[in-house]
């Protein structure tokens, strides 16, 4: 007769429904009312511990298991897998560390008083070429500064994640031409101009590109990929990305299932590479969230979390939700949506949804060095991702839209 496991944390690990981020440390959620068999096994393993808050909501604590060298490697052929489905997955030092996040932030443009003059007197004084600053916001709640370079055909703008007010974090990111009309710009002459541009103002963009790190990519794709549409974040505590997906505008859903090829857009994906701090993950493909969704709420109608049935019900939200995830197809519609449609409730405001996605596999702490492989190549075959910050200082991160 087999024998059980006893120990509850490694029956959990063990379970075929989990299906981990490839490349990560396993991470699970701890809770005080947890069993104290569970949370003793949790200690004994427990390397690392994070307390999760983002715009003023604490989202749970989690703990990642075992030692960050103990990390999976992965081979080619599973990247390659990863890649076809839209699977996250996770590349250690696949970059060089950066010291810290604060000597990578140029001096006098961190977030506060006079922020914009002081950035627009950084970008001046750093570009070679002219720059004009503008303060015609695409998004005016959240953007802090812009300047467009006729030269190079960009523009570079400093933004903020969210309008909440303790959330200091900041993102400067750098397209062609026109900001949104040309994100997805057909000539690759045209990004790599951009790219060049944003190296030369902040060389820790360059190094976040190594060969190794590119020739990886690139196995995983099965064709050369080229950087575009780079974003610098600098996560703060506090700070961090709802769940989204990073399909630009124009993206339709893949008709072919086995090509790569995305239509119409040119890019593949996306590149998150750490540079400094830490930063925790939640990312899966738009098919397995989609999956999540509906196993989540089955559990609910069958009575698994009343609290939350009543909530949803007492705020009128009940009954879209209920339908857009009673199937596969309209939970996939909802989540292609960029404020996810019907399931905005469960998916931006359930602590206890957020806490099943862990539990499940799908989280991830990236390291400096570390990188995350975010593919992308249509709106059915996207990874979607939600990022907290992990330190208590700022953090800094490369994001690389690959072509
Ligand atoms: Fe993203």
């Known amino acids: 007769m087999a024998r059980m496991a006893k120990d509850p944390l490694i029956q959990m690990l063990a379970d075929p429904e989990r299906t981990p981020v490839r490349g990560a440390l396993p991470v699970v959620t701890i809770r005080p009312d947890d069993e104290p068999a569970y949370i003793d096994a949790v200690r004994r393993l427990e390397s690392a511990r994070f307390d999760l808050e983002r715009r003023d909501r604490e989202h749970g604590t989690v703990v990642e298991l075992l030692r960050p060298d103990l990390s999976p490697q992965l081979e080619t052929a599973q990247m390659q897998a990863s890649w076809k489905a839209a699977d996250p997955f996770v590349m250690r030092d696949a970059a060089p560390k950066a010291d810290d996040a604060v000597a990578m932030l140029p001096e006098g443009w961190a977030a506060g008083r006079d922020e914009r003059e002081r950035w627009e007197r950084w970008i001046a004084d750093a570009a070679d070429e002219a720059v004009e600053c503008t303060t015609a916001f695409v998004d005016p709640e959240r953007d802090v500064a812009k300047a467009v370079c006729e030269d190079r055909g960009a523009w570079a703008k400093l933004g903020k994640l969210s309008a909440t007010e303790g959330d200091a974090s900041r993102r400067l990111a750098f397209g062609v031409g026109e900001e949104i009309r040309d994100d997805d710009h057909p000539s690759s002459e045209r990004h790599a101009a951009v790219w060049a541009w944003a190296c030369a103002l902040l060389p820790a963009l360059g190094a976040s590109w190594p060969e190794a790190l590119r020739k990886r990519l690139g196995g995983a794709a099965g064709r050369p990929l080229s950087p575009s549409n780079p ?15 990073d399909a630009l505008p124009g993206y339709l859903p893949s008709e072919d299932t086995e090509s790569a090829e995305p239509v119409p857009s040119g890019q593949r994906g996306v590149v998150y590479v750490q540079g400094a701090g830490v930063t925790v993950w939640l990312a899966l493909s738009i098919h397995t969230m989609a999956r999540r969704c509906c196993e989540f709420m089955r559990d609910v109608v069958d009575g698994g979390a009343p609290w939350l049935f009543d909530t949803w019900v007492k705020e009128g939200v009940w009954q879209p939700l209920f339908f857009a995830t009673r199937d596969v197809e309209p939970c996939l519609k909802a989540l292609a949506r960029s404020d996810a449609g019907p399931l905005r409730p469960l998916v931006h405001g359930s602590l206890e949804f957020t806490g099943f996605l862990i539990d499940s596999g799908h989280a991830a702490v990236l390291r400096a060095g570390d990188a995350i492989a975010l593919p992308n190549r249509g709106l059915d075959r996207t990874a979607m991702h939600s990022v907290y910050c992990g330190d208590e200082g700022p953090n800094v991160g490369f994001s690389i839209g690959l072509r």
Do not use: C
Request: no cysteine; aromatic share 20%; charged share 5%.
């Open 231 to 245: 974003i610098v974040y600098w996560n703060r505590p506090n700070g961090g990305a709802l769940f989204h997906h």
